[in-house]
Each structure stands twice: as structure tokens, then as C-alpha cells.
């Protein structure tokens, strides 16, 4: 949950560390193919398909950062969540606490670069009068078959646009969490009811929303096209009706630990329509379902984070429960920033100040990630540590961040062989693979 979140506040093994580009839908992203599969040509039809493999390295540099527009004005305030590359190529993030969305027209190749706002959502009243109905905390916007869709995490609903929205232009649509427009969100545990939606993801005609404030995972079997719809199945919860935190007896209150089927907050959500990834934030774990589930409480395959589906506390990995020992088994708080082609992932591991890559889909639990962004080895976890001593470096009064150093990352979206990050809230950082 992002008030929380702020309270304390992702290749092959060759000469270097490779990347897989093969494409998959996900959360924050369209449900198009941004890593389309590269075909041998000698390979005959039937053959397997060879993909290209995108090189990154530990504490590789950002090519750029992009924090300011074309005269020097901070582009963001407050944006967190994955961001979007669009079908046509335009880049969008949204801006929590600006109420609006952030459009480039293009993938900005440098700092500099002007952007469009998009602050509503328009619907037709009784009268049949357009009106505007404000974008309240957007994040992880996404696209399903032409249409928009964005959670909004102050307004507790889920908006979903008849279409890319323009600005300047009549940008109609539906929302879910809510009858309609004119009735204020139910926020209530219920089928209907949303509380801090954080992140969604929709792919194969499927729409999944991270519920947070109410320990769940939503999923509608079709992106809906009117307002109010009720999701067909809940993760992390059996009913609709129950929405406390680590339940897996379903009395009503959480329980000492975790299990395979309950969640603490969950943040974000990534899917190809066929297999399913979800943040756990509070448990310092992601979820993996290697088939998409079909069923109310379907308990997860695997868990990345944690040894087990038992445990849940942050970088633990002698599991002394000292919290001391970070490696590339824990996590610490990850937040919203979840992306998979279909074999590797990516994860924004927020209080560790670090993105982690596994290059390959993972098999058992605990997987260590194999590639680590924002730190020079697995075991450093400050934030904005240039020369890795273990403190934040500081310039008078002024925290410094570099090229290479995060602070809270809290999004990333992989593009062909360009994986943009969100760090600090306020700065987007490109890295371009080889």
C-alpha cells in the first residue's frame, strides 16, 4: 500500500549477464508483444524459436535518467507503479500525487523531453452531460485490445477508457469498484468494494488488479466493458467477503505466518494470460502461478523471496529472523515493479534500493536472482551508495543520486532491449541492453 510504502520510507550466463527479450503482456504494460521472439531464419517451421538475449550487468549505468521536461521543470511528483509503452510507442506513467497521467509521444532518448497530461476521465450524466471525473492517485497503467486502463489508488476504482485517451479530447469510459461514476466507491470488503487498488495487469483478455487494503488479488475472466462489473475469482482470500491479511483459515484474523494462498498487500501484478506473478510487499516475497488460476484461494507454485511459503520476514537469508542478511534470496519491501517476457523476471525490491533479475523462469523456491541493479553485489542495500560503503551519500544537507544508485524503486517496464525503472518517485532511469 503506498501510504505504507512511504511510512519507511529481473538474461543467459555467456561472457556477461544476458537478458532475454521474448516478449509477454504484463502488468503496466499492453497486452501486445513488446519483446517479439528473434526466429533463427535456418531454423525450418516447427523448429524451437531462438531468442535474442539483451545483455545488462551488475550496477550497470543508466544510459540516461529522465527527471525534467524541454525547459527544465521537474516532469513528476509523485509517480510510482510500472509504466506503459503503448502500441504506438508513446511512454506513460502515472503520477500519484499530480492526479494525472504522463505522456511522451515517443521513448525519450534523453533528458529534456516535453510531455501531455491526462487528469480525468469523462462520463455522460442523467442529462446526458459530459462530464469530468477526476484521476485520483493513477498508477501502472495498462492496455488491453485499445483500451486504457488505470487503477486509482486514492478513489479506491479501477477506471477503464474506451480508448488511448487524448488530450484535449472527449476520453469516455467505465469504472469498476462503483455502479457508476455518480456513486461514490464502495471501498467495502465485497465483490464490488476496492480499497487502494496499487497495480494491475491484463493480458489474454484477462484483467487481474492488486485489491491491497483488502489482502486480495481480483480477476475478471474479461477486461469488462461496463461499469460495476464483479470479478470472477479472488486470490489470497476464499470469498469476497473476507479481506484480512494472512488468513489461510479463514476466521476473520491473521495468522502468525503466511502460506501459499494468503497475501499482505499486495502491489503489483504481471501476466502473459497464462501464468500469473503478484508482489506480496508486506510478506518480502513474489507469488508465481506457473498456469493461470482458475479457482477462488488457489494457492501459488512457487515463492521468490522467501525459503518457503511460511516464512515472510525481509532479508533473512540464514533465517535467524534478524533481518540482517540480504542476499539474492530476500527481499525487503518490493513494491509494484513486477515485469516477465514469459522466462525471466524483474523486480523492483524497494527498501533494498535494488532491481533484481532472474534469468530464467524459476523452478523451485528461493530462487536466487541472478542480476542485480542499483548495488554492486547482493549483499549492499543502501540507497544512493555510489561507492557502495553501506551510507546514502550526502552532499551538504542534499541526498546525491547517480546513474547507477537507486532509492526506492517502485516500477520498470522492459521495452525491446530498454528497461526503464522508476526510482526516488521523481526520475525514470533507461538502461539499454546490448
Given at each position: 500500500?503506498?501510504?505504507?510504502?512511504?511510512?519507511?520510507?529481473?538474461?543467459?550466463?555467456?561472457?556477461?549477464?544476458?537478458?532475454?527479450?521474448?516478449?509477454?503482456?504484463?502488468?503496466?504494460?499492453?497486452?501486445?508483444?513488446?519483446?517479439?521472439?528473434?526466429?533463427?531464419?535456418?531454423?525450418?517451421?516447427?523448429?524451437?524459436?531462438?531468442?535474442?538475449?539483451?545483455?545488462?550487468?551488475?550496477?550497470?549505468?543508466?544510459?540516461?535518467?529522465?527527471?525534467?521536461?524541454?525547459?527544465?521543470?521537474?516532469?513528476?511528483?509523485?509517480?510510482?507503479?510500472?509504466?506503459?509503452?503503448?502500441?504506438d510507442g508513446s511512454l506513460w506513467v502515472g503520477d500519484y500525487s499530480a492526479g494525472q497521467l504522463v505522456r511522451?509521444?515517443?521513448?525519450?532518448?534523453?533528458?529534456?523531453?516535453?510531455a501531455t497530461y491526462i487528469d480525468s476521465i469523462q462520463y455522460?450524466?442523467?442529462?446526458?452531460?459530459?462530464?469530468?471525473?477526476?484521476?485520483?492517485?493513477?498508477?501502472?497503467?495498462?492496455?488491453?485490445?485499445?483500451?486504457?486502463?488505470?487503477?486509482?489508488?486514492?478513489?479506491?476504482?479501477?477506471?477503464?477508457?474506451?480508448?488511448?485517451?487524448?488530450?484535449?479530447?472527449?476520453?469516455?469510459?467505465?469504472?469498476?469498484?462503483?455502479?457508476?461514476?455518480?456513486?461514490?466507491?464502495?471501498?467495502?470488503?465485497?465483490?464490488?468494494?476496492?480499497?487502494?487498488?496499487?497495480?494491475?495487469?491484463?493480458?489474454?483478455?484477462?484483467?487481474?488488479?492488486?485489491?491491497?487494503?483488502?489482502?486480495?488479488?481480483?480477476?475478471?475472466?474479461?477486461?469488462?466493458?461496463?461499469?460495476?462489473?464483479?470479478?470472477?475469482?479472488?486470490?489470497?482470500?476464499?470469498?469476497?467477503?473476507?479481506?484480512?491479511?494472512?488468513?489461510?483459515?479463514?476466521?476473520?484474523?491473521?495468522?502468525?505466518?503466511?502460506?501459499?494462498?494468503?497475501?499482505?498487500?499486495?502491489?503489483?501484478?504481471?501476466?502473459?494470460?497464462?501464468?500469473?506473478?503478484?508482489?506480496?510487499?508486506?510478506?518480502?516475497?513474489?507469488?508465481?502461478?506457473?498456469?493461470?488460476?482458475?479457482?477462488?484461494?488457489?494457492?501459488?507454485?512457487?515463492?521468490?523471496?522467501?525459503?518457503?511459503?511460511?516464512?515472510?520476514?525481509?532479508?533473512?537469508?540464514?533465517?535467524?529472523?534478524?533481518?540482517?542478511?540480504?542476499?539474492?534470496?530476500?527481499?525487503?519491501?518490493?513494491?509494484?515493479?513486477?515485469?516477465?517476457?514469459?522466462?525471466?523476471?524483474?523486480?523492483?525490491?524497494?527498501?533494498?534500493?535494488?532491481?533484481?533479475?532472474?534469468?530464467?523462469?524459476?523452478?523451485?523456491?528461493?530462487?536466487?536472482?541472478?542480476?542485480?541493479?542499483?548495488?554492486?553485489?547482493?549483499?549492499?542495500?543502501?540507497?544512493?551508495?555510489?561507492?557502495?560503503?553501506?551510507?546514502?551519500?550526502?552532499?551538504?544537507?542534499?541526498?546525491?543520486?547517480?546513474?547507477?544508485?537507486?532509492?526506492?524503486?517502485?516500477?520498470?517496464?522492459?521495452?525491446?532491449?530498454?528497461?526503464?525503472?522508476?526510482?526516488?518517485?521523481?526520475?525514470?532511469?533507461?538502461?539499454?541492453?546490448?
Amino acid at each position: 500500500m503506498k501510504n505504507l510504502h512511504l511510512s519507511h520510507l529481473i538474461f543467459c550466463c555467456f561472457s556477461g549477464l544476458a537478458l532475454t527479450a521474448c516478449g509477454g503482456g504484463g502488468g503496466g504494460g499492453s497486452s501486445d508483444n513488446d519483446n517479439p521472439p528473434i526466429v533463427d531464419d535456418e531454423n525450418e517451421p516447427g523448429d524451437e524459436v531462438v531468442f535474442e538475449p539483451v545483455i545488462f550487468s551488475n550496477f550497470q549505468r543508466a544510459d540516461f535518467v529522465l527527471a525534467t521536461d524541454d525547459e527544465g521543470t521537474d516532469l513528476f511528483s509523485d509517480i510510482y507503479a510500472n509504466p506503459l509503452v503503448a502500441e504506438d510507442g508513446s511512454l506513460w506513467v502515472g503520477d500519484y500525487s499530480a492526479g494525472q497521467l504522463v505522456r511522451f509521444t515517443t521513448l525519450p532518448e534523453s533528458d529534456g523531453v516535453a510531455a501531455t497530461y491526462i487528469d480525468s476521465i469523462q462520463y455522460r450524466d442523467g442529462e446526458n452531460v459530459l462530464q469530468d471525473y477526476q484521476l485520483s492517485g493513477p498508477s501502472s497503467p495498462a492496455v488491453s485490445a485499445g483500451r486504457m486502463i488505470v487503477p486509482l489508488y486514492s478513489d479506491n476504482s479501477v477506471v477503464i477508457f474506451d480508448s488511448i485517451p487524448v488530450t484535449g479530447a472527449e476520453n469516455t469510459g467505465i469504472i469498476l469498484g462503483t455502479g457508476s461514476f455518480e456513486e461514490e466507491p464502495a471501498a467495502d470488503c465485497s465483490a464490488l468494494g476496492l480499497s487502494g487498488p496499487e497495480g494491475l495487469a491484463a493480458a489474454g483478455g484477462k484483467l487481474v488488479v492488486t485489491d491491497s487494503g483488502h489482502n486480495r488479488v481480483l480477476i475478471w475472466h474479461t477486461v469488462p466493458t461496463q461499469s460495476g462489473t464483479l470479478p470472477d475469482i479472488v486470490l489470497g482470500q476464499n470469498s469476497f467477503d473476507l479481506c484480512d491479511s494472512n488468513d489461510d483459515n479463514q476466521d476473520g484474523d491473521t495468522d502468525s505466518q503466511p502460506s501459499a494462498r494468503t497475501l499482505s498487500v499486495p502491489a503489483g501484478a504481471w501476466t502473459d494470460g497464462e501464468k500469473l506473478l503478484v508482489i506480496d510487499a508486506v510478506n518480502n516475497r513474489v507469488l508465481v502461478w506457473n498456469t493461470f488460476p482458475t479457482e477462488n484461494f488457489e494457492p501459488a507454485d512457487l515463492v521468490l523471496g522467501q525459503p518457503d511459503f511460511a516464512s515472510n520476514n525481509a532479508n533473512d537469508a540464514d533465517q535467524d529472523s534478524s533481518e540482517d542478511d540480504p542476499s539474492a534470496q530476500t527481499m525487503n519491501y518490493p513494491f509494484d515493479g513486477i515485469y516477465s517476457n514469459g522466462e525471466q523476471i524483474f523486480v523492483t525490491d524497494g527498501d533494498n534500493n535494488r532491481v533484481l533479475i532472474w534469468n530464467s523462469w524459476p523452478t523451485e523456491n528461493g530462487q536466487a536472482a541472478d542480476v542485480v541493479l542499483g548495488q554492486d553485489s547482493f549483499t549492499n542495500t543502501a540507497a544512493n551508495d555510489d561507492n557502495q560503503d553501506g551510507v546514502e551519500d550526502v552532499i551538504g544537507e542534499e541526498h546525491v543520486s547517480t546513474d547507477r544508485t537507486m532509492a526506492y524503486p517502485s516500477g520498470l517496464r522492459l521495452h525491446e532491449k530498454t528497461l526503464i525503472v522508476i526510482d526516488n518517485y521523481n526520475r525514470l532511469m533507461f538502461f539499454n541492453g546490448e
